[in-house]
């Protein structure tokens, strides 16, 4: 059985006919994907041992705001992304949220509730969404059968854990400054992978949830996207962010003081028409 959020959201058709055809038919309007289906959003191999129309997995749809899971709420199922954006966060005693993840499309939610059969972590959309659902007791019966299958889900959780690891490090060793270039890149290689333009895509999450994330504040956040809009790394619309200098963003380490920022009067022609990535090189 479903959890008590999932349930009361429900896709336009909610209950799956028996016969092939109909199945078919629900799954073409994208309510229902396959085995293949599932790997492919997962970019995973299929397991060759399953045959397409074996199993199908239910989508359900979210509104913006809407909770997928709650902390404490009973585990029971995973979930993949197929379209929109979330966060996962953690809430203390007093309500206060820390960010952990800003999960969009292939990624897979839910992970944290296999170990003590609980969600410890809270799941909201962002966006509307679709989303697949995988109950874990499916995913391990057919695990047992298909160990080819069992072997690549566990790399699909491998690679959450790599990506949450890389953050942490991350936050460890770099400048505020840092850590917002690095946000911005990864986001940028993000909207790559799903085939949106890496270079103008639009923030889904507030600055003040990307300070949670990135163990920053709501100032320190909105100053440095002015600071990298001022020095011509990004521009800044708003939530649009244009994307300018790709490479000085990865490699950047601190900003420049701002009073060094603005053009000196005694600038050569070379400073002038230098990239931003050649000037923060020379600082």
Same mark, same amino acid.
């Given at each position: 059985m479903l959890s008590t959020q999932t349930s @009361?959201?429900?896709? *336009?058709?909610?209950?799956?006919?028996?016969? &092939?055809? @109909?199945?078919?038919?629900?799954?073409? $309007?994208?309510?229902?994907?396959?085995?293949?289906?599932?790997?492919? !959003?997962?970019?995973?191999p299929a397991a060759s041992s399953i045959a397409n129309e074996e199993l199908l997995f239910q989508h359900v749809q979210f509104k913006t705001g809407q909770r997928i899971h709650t902390i404490g709420q009973p585990f029971d199922t995973l979930y993949i992304v197929n379209s929109g954006f979330l966060k996962t966060v953690l809430i203390d005693?007093?309500?206060? @949220?820390?960010?952990?993840?800003?999960?969009?499309?292939?990624?897979?939610?839910?992970?944290? $509730?296999?170990?003590?059969?609980?969600y410890s972590s809270e799941a909201v959309a962002l966006s509307d969404c679709d989303l697949i659902l995988l109950p874990f007791k499916k995913l391990t019966a057919l695990?047992?059968?298909?160990?080819e299958l069992e072997n690549m889900m566990y790399g699909v959780m491998s690679r959450e854990l790599v990506r949450e690891q890389a953050m942490i490090g991350m936050l460890?060793?770099?400048?505020?400054?840092?850590?917002? *270039?690095?946000?911005?890149?990864a986001l940028s290689?993000?909207?790559a992978q799903m085939g949106y333009s890496s270079k103008l895509f639009n923030l889904r999450m507030t600055r003040h949830e990307i300070g949670s994330y990135l163990g920053l504040t709501l100032e320190t956040v909105s100053r440095t996207l002015s600071a990298f809009n001022e020095i011509g790394l990004i521009?800044?619309?708003q939530r649009t962010i244009g994307i300018k200098d790709v490479e000085a963003?990865?490699?950047?380490?601190? !900003?420049?003081?701002?009073?060094?920022?603005?053009?000196? *009067?005694?600038?050569?022609?070379? &400073? @002038?028409?230098?990239?931003?990535?050649?000037?923060? *090189?020379?600082l």
């Open positions: @009361e959201i429900r896709p *336009a058709t909610t209950t799956l006919q028996s016969s &092939s055809m @109909e199945a078919g038919r629900q799954r073409q $309007g994208r309510l229902w994907s396959n085995l293949k289906e599932v790997c492919d !959003l997962l970019h995973i005693e007093y309500g206060n @949220e820390q960010v952990l993840s800003f999960p969009m499309k292939s990624d897979m939610l839910g992970v944290d $509730g296999i170990h003590t059969r609980h695990g047992r059968i298909h160990l460890g060793a770099l400048s505020a400054e840092a850590r917002v *270039a690095r946000f911005l890149v290689d993000r909207f521009s800044v619309d963003l990865k490699t950047l380490r601190r !900003l420049p003081p701002s009073r060094t920022r603005g053009k000196p *009067a005694g600038r050569t022609k070379a &400073s @002038e028409t230098a990239p931003p990535s050649q000037l923060l *090189a020379a």
